[in-house]
């Protein structure tokens, strides 16, 4: 495969998607992009569709495409009705496995999905997790997520189409939303945050790090059939984080640390415990296997990908 290759691409208008297309088109290749809204870069092959299910046709659009990269799916949402975790199935594992069946008919040689450290694990964890750790996810969207691995495995066996799985950790960058958009906008508007004193560990993954990574799994005959971890290759501390943050965003901003005890109560309170999970929560991740096996390396550290936020 070579950077005139033909790639389709799924939810390339998203935070992820939007990051990793103009990766791609920036480096000659050719940006096949399905998806709801209108990209904003015209360099991009432009399809709309409106879903992503087991009715979706894909065939139109994997017409001379070299590999598929699988980002679209329904995210995981807080505080959801349970009687729409039938969403995450249809969307994360029919869809999916449609895509797929779809992409092998085309003549596809590979297909990257864009899975999540949420197949693996709900919460937290203090042992840094790796390719070898039992998964055992709770909620419905790392549920889906898992599933659907284990569907693109029996597809890859039964048609011969190249499959690399990437498990990615919480993905920051330009355009970024969820929580690390919410803790950037607390830094950004307080003068003071009393986030200091924390000791938890936790693994992050640049954008432009994720798309780098695509790249090289687009193209290692080590990565064909195999689920790897991703991380920009060092722990942070939630206070680690807020430093860095404060010192591109708010330099004015002061980090203060509270007492531990505030924590442990807080960790006691229903109202507010999960939100002290995710702040004070370890989960390293132990991306070793895929530098060593396809020889990768981050792009860009956390100060650069942080600035590059900055400016946009």
């Known amino acids: 495969m070579s950077n005139q290759s033909k790639i389709l691409m799924t939810g390339a208008t998203g935070f992820a998607g939007s990051n990793l297309s103009t990766w791609f088109l920036d480096r000659g290749y050719h940006v096949v992009a399905p998806c709801r809204s209108q990209p904003v870069d015209e360099r991009l092959e432009f399809y709309k569709i409106s879903r992503i299910d087991r009715y979706t046709f894909w065939a139109d659009y ?5 590999a598929v990269v699988h980002l679209a799916g329904r995210a995981h949402q807080l505080h959801e009705r349970s009687d729409s975790h039938y969403l995450y199935c ?6 999916t496995v449609n895509l797929a069946l779809q992409a092998a008919s ?6 990257i999905f864009i899975s999540s450290i949420k197949a693996m694990i709900s919460d937290a964890s203090e042992i840094a997790l790796s390719e070898k750790t039992l998964c055992s996810p709770l909620e419905p969207y790392g549920l889906s997520k898992l599933k659907a691995e284990i569907e693109l495995r029996k597809i890859s066996a039964e048609t011969g189409m190249q ?7 919480l993905i920051y960058g330009p355009g970024v939303k969820g929580n690390f958009a919410s803790l950037q906008r607390l830094v950004q508007k307080l003068s003071i945050l009393p986030l200091g004193g924390l000791t938890n560990r936790r693994s992050l993954l640049a954008v432009k790090n994720l798309a780098s990574a695509v790249e090289t799994a687009l ?18 501390s939630t206070s680690e984080l807020v430093a860095r943050m404060a010192a591109v965003f708010n330099p004015a901003c002061r980090i203060v640390s509270l007492p531990r005890w505030v924590w442990r109560l807080g960790s006691w309170l229903p109202m ?4 002290m999970a995710r702040l004070n929560g370890s989960l390293p991740v132990d991306s070793g296997l895929f530098t060593r096996e ?4 981050p792009v860009v550290g956390m100060q650069e990908q942080l600035l590059e936020m900055l400016d946009r």
Not at 106 to 111: A, C, D, L, Q, Y
Not at 219 to 236: H, R
Not at 272 to 275: L, N, P
Not at 294 to 297: E, I, K, P, Q, V
């Open 272 to 275: 507010v415990a999960h939100k």
């Open 219 to 236: 193209y290692s005959d080590k990565a064909v059939g195999q689920t790897y971890l991703l991380s920009d290759g060092e722990e942070v």
């Open 90 to 95: 249809e969307t994360n594992v029919e869809g």
């Open 163 to 169: 499959l690399v799985i990437l498990r990615p950790p």
């Open 294 to 297: 396809t020889g990768w390396r």
């Open 62 to 66: 994997l017409k001379g495409v070299d």
């Open 106 to 111: 085309s003549g596809v040689r590979r297909f």
